[in-house]
């Protein structure tokens, strides 16, 4: 089975088989070299988020389709020849994969939303098992500009006396995530007026499960940098860094992602800061805590001047000092070694410690002698530096 699933049993192949037997190895030769496949089901497999060809097991460098003009005139013209009608490849399956029955069916449960609670419950139930596992029914909501306001209408304020049914809200935040994941649908769900309030809503008073779904449908949604930008004006860091800092295992990982994506802008940088992020990540940092995702963070944050001016004032110098002997990950090593020389550049007070620490263990020229190319250089630059302090003082 290849990765496009069915692509190497659809009618084509068999005609190219059939064709095969009546001595047209010109075609089967053609078919072969020029990697040709049923463009509908290449189409399926692309909007489902595959990007592996069926062929290599390569991931691929485009998704650009060329059609394969002489393969299609030389089936032509043996079905010409034979008397045998050619159908129109476009008739043959709708490139989504969608009947007008799943259609329908997709159209009523959009209208249970905006009945009673146990309908709600059910149809929120159902298109959160549809969406996740028939990718084309996370198209199906790009169809129509009122395909989300009803999905999400049962989370509107107000609808319920007694507040949002939990496991209602799971349903319907878990369907969002689903619909993020598909490419066309990032800039619709994103600005759909009513969802990343009710994202960050959901962040706030969900379930667990509900709190990190809503976390990774923003990293999800952040994936486009217009999308970074309206998350981070909407608000959403500080839940997100308030969820981090309550620490529960089910939502780190998801929390952590969002925030990295986030922070990638130099708007959200500042607005993490201002929110608590280095104080959380690094308190995490301190207790072992997704160490990776947070470290990989906090060096993002280390191009900001107030962030760098905290982690002095926290005791990252020590924090990151202790992370690089006791790790064997490189690339924590490496985002550990690039905040300190950025700690020391911008405070002399932070020197004696790295002197310190350099006459105990020996932490700075290790890495500048078996880190990465970067980590050896920003070792390199840190001892540089505290030679010539040294050499300054024995002068003076």
Same mark, same amino acid.
């Given at each position: 089975?290849?990765?496009?699933?069915?692509?190497?049993?659809?009618?084509?192949?068999?005609?190219?088989?059939?064709?095969?037997?009546?001595?047209?190895?010109?075609?089967?030769?053609?078919?072969?070299?020029?990697?040709?496949?049923?463009?509908?089901?290449?189409?399926? $497999?692309?909007?489902?988020?595959?990007?592996?060809?069926?062929?290599?097991?390569?991931?691929?460098?485009?998704?650009?389709?060329?059609?394969?003009?002489?393969?299609?005139?030389?089936?032509?013209?043996?079905?010409?020849?034979?008397?045998?009608?050619?159908?129109?490849?476009?008739?043959?399956?709708?490139?989504?994969?969608?009947?007008?029955?799943?259609?329908?069916?997709?159209?009523?449960?959009?209208?249970?939303?905006?009945?009673?609670?146990?309908?709600?419950?059910?149809?929120?139930?159902?298109?959160?098992?549809?969406?996740?596992?028939?990718?084309?029914?996370?198209?199906?909501?790009?169809?129509?500009?009122?395909?989300?306001?009803?999905?999400?209408?049962?989370?509107?304020?107000?609808?319920?006396?007694? $507040?949002?049914?939990?496991?209602?809200?799971?349903?319907?935040?878990?369907?969002?995530?689903?619909?993020?994941?598909?490419?066309?649908?990032?800039?619709?769900?994103?600005?759909?007026?009513?969802?990343?309030?009710?994202?960050?809503?959901?962040?706030?008073? $969900?379930?667990?499960?509900?709190?990190?779904?809503?976390?990774?449908?923003?990293?999800?949604?952040?994936?486009?940098?217009?999308?970074?930008?309206?998350?981070?004006?909407?608000?959403?860091?500080?839940?997100?860094?308030?969820?981090?800092?309550?620490?529960?295992?089910?939502?780190?990982?998801?929390?952590?992602?969002?925030?990295?994506?986030?922070?990638?802008?130099?708007?959200?940088?500042?607005?993490?800061? *201002?929110?608590?992020?280095?104080?959380?990540?690094?308190?995490?940092?301190?207790?072992?805590?997704?160490?990776?995702?947070?470290?990989?963070?906090?060096?993002?944050?280390?191009?900001?001047?107030?962030?760098?001016?905290?982690?002095?004032?926290?005791?990252?110098?020590?924090?990151?000092?202790?992370?690089?002997?006791?790790?064997?990950? $490189?690339?924590?090593?490496?985002?550990?070694?690039?905040?300190?020389?950025?700690?020391?550049?911008?405070? *002399?007070?932070?020197?004696?410690?790295?002197?310190?620490?350099?006459?105990?263990?020996?932490?700075?020229?290790?890495?500048?002698?078996?880190?990465?190319?970067?980590?050896?250089?920003?070792?390199?630059?840190?001892?540089?530096?505290?030679?010539?302090?040294?050499?300054?003082?024995?002068?003076?």
């Amino acid at each position: 089975m290849s990765t496009f699933q069915g692509v190497d049993e659809r009618p084509c192949d068999c005609f190219y088989r059939r064709a095969t037997k009546r001595s047209s190895e010109d075609l089967i030769c053609v078919v072969r070299k020029r990697k040709t496949y049923d463009r509908p089901f290449i189409q399926k $497999g692309l909007k489902a988020g595959n990007r592996i060809c069926p062929r290599t097991q390569q991931v691929l460098s485009h998704t650009i389709l060329t059609p394969n003009h002489l393969v299609r005139e030389m089936i032509s013209q043996w079905c010409k020849n034979r008397g045998i009608e050619l159908s129109d490849p476009v008739l043959l399956v709708n490139e989504d994969g969608i009947t007008e029955s799943d259609r329908d069916h997709f159209l009523s449960l959009l209208q249970k939303m905006s009945s009673g609670l146990p309908e709600q419950k059910e149809a929120a139930k159902e298109l959160r098992l549809l969406t996740k596992r028939m990718p084309s029914f996370r198209a199906l909501f790009g169809e129509s500009i009122h395909a989300i306001p009803q999905l999400l209408s049962p989370l509107s304020e107000g609808k319920f006396e007694d $507040g949002i049914h939990p496991e209602l809200q799971e349903d319907v935040i878990t369907t969002l995530l689903n619909l993020s994941i598909h490419d066309n649908n990032k800039k619709l769900v994103a600005e759909s007026p009513m969802v990343i309030p009710l994202l960050i809503e959901a962040l706030q008073s $969900g379930t667990i499960q509900t709190r990190s779904n809503a976390a990774a449908a923003l990293f999800t949604l952040s994936a486009l940098d217009s999308n970074k930008a309206l998350i981070g004006k909407s608000g959403a860091l500080k839940p997100l860094i308030a969820l981090l800092d309550e620490g529960h295992p089910l939502a780190m990982k998801d929390v952590a992602s969002a925030i990295f994506n986030l922070c990638i802008t130099h708007e959200n940088k500042a607005r993490a800061v *201002r929110d608590g992020a280095v104080r959380t990540i690094l308190k995490k940092i301190s207790n072992r805590m997704h160490v990776d995702e947070l470290l990989a963070i906090l060096a993002m944050l280390s191009s900001h001047p107030k962030a760098v001016e905290e982690m002095g004032e926290l005791g990252a110098v020590p924090c990151l000092l202790r992370v690089i002997r006791e790790t064997n990950c $490189g690339r924590n090593k490496e985002n550990c070694i690039a905040v300190l020389h950025t700690i020391c550049l911008n405070d *002399r007070t932070k020197w004696k410690e790295i002197r310190e620490e350099e006459n105990t263990y020996g932490t700075i020229s290790e890495l500048a002698q078996n880190g990465t190319s970067r980590s050896k250089r920003k070792a390199s630059g840190i001892l540089d530096r505290l030679n010539r302090t040294v050499n300054l003082t024995h002068t003076a």
